[in-house]
């Protein structure tokens, strides 16, 4: 533990890594690797109580214990039962083993899970004789292990439940994103804190509550506990300071244009719910309304928007009349606005009738999705090609 240098891996939703790896160089992170799906990184043991912390994009820290190759199950199981786990957490505490694999050539996954398990206990027995116990609900400690063709790679998970559960969440509605998903979407965006931003289908608020606790530096972290504080030799006092040093830095009075609306008032009430417990309320204007009939509250702004997706073919056949409306809505009310839209539906940018400047595939969760750029400029402004974002055959009607 005294070493000071270790190796973390920050798995993100596929799509953000390189958002996640400018948030690792601002955190002083070293050595900063993205690879699909997450980040590699070095630095200071409390570098992962900061990253736990501040981090809007990572699922989670990863604590890379040891990597080794491997040919079979008894190296595994060799690699796991010599390693010192006593230092790390005590055999009163509860464990659980994840394991998750790419290209490993071994039968089966769940076999190497238990030998993990096996060894970690019998590493245990050996020396405290005593083993701890398996808790595959609630562990104390999480111990993942990553397979690669060749190389088995033992982390200790620093942050227990994911960090999208920032806690503020207690009203829920149906399918809200991810709430590491909905703050990279708006960095990726490029959103400013001095630019108006509305999310005219805004179900729970989850984009505009990033936005806002973005802006005001808060933490997503703060106030909820991590599996960090549960290893041996956590230190309270700096995690205290940590904290503290993190409070002393935000900016709540910062002023912001941030607007949300839905059609669906039990949607808007969780949203007005989520902004209060957060102290919101007066930061984010909520209404109740169909985008289709709301004018933009400014001349200019970043909308910000994850629509409904068709699941069923009823719905699916909606959306294809929605869509177009919705597109003449964004020309007509939103010119001068730069809007982005996230959506598993392929159909978006033919649908709303306009080129979109820019296309970012992001998963949520396994679900492939597209984030589009539309810029929305007047008709004075179409000679650029990357602004020209309305199609052809919309020329003359915005
Ligand atoms: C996928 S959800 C948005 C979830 C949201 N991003 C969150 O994290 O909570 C889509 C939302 O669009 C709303 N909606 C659908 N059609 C609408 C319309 N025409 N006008 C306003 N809201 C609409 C639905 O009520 C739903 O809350």
Redesign the pocket.
Known sequence: MSAPHHLFFAPCPSGLEAVLVEELEHLGAMTIHATQGGVSFQGSFTLGYHVNLESRIASRVLLQLSRENYQDEQDIYHATRDFPWWEWFSVEQTIKVKVQAKKCPLKSLDFVTLRIKDAVCDAFMKKKQARPNVDTHAPDIQIMGFLDDQTFTVYLDMTGEPLFKRGWRQAR?????RENL?AGLVKLSGWTKDQALV?????????LIEAAQMARRVAPGLGRGFAFQKFRGFDARLWETICRASIAKQALTTPLSLYG????AA?LQ??NTNCRNLGLSETITLQQ????HLQSPHEEGFLI?????GIRIGEYAELAK?YPL?GDVLKKKYCGWQAYIFSSDRRVPKMIRLLPTKKTPLFNGDLECRYYEFKLVSGGHRKSRRTASVAPEEMGKA
């Open positions: 509605i149906e399918a809200p994103l909905a999310d005219p289908m805004c179900g729970g608020g989850t984009i609306s839905d059609r669906n949607a969780v949203a309304g169909d985008v289709l928007t994850n629509p409904p997706y929605f919705f």
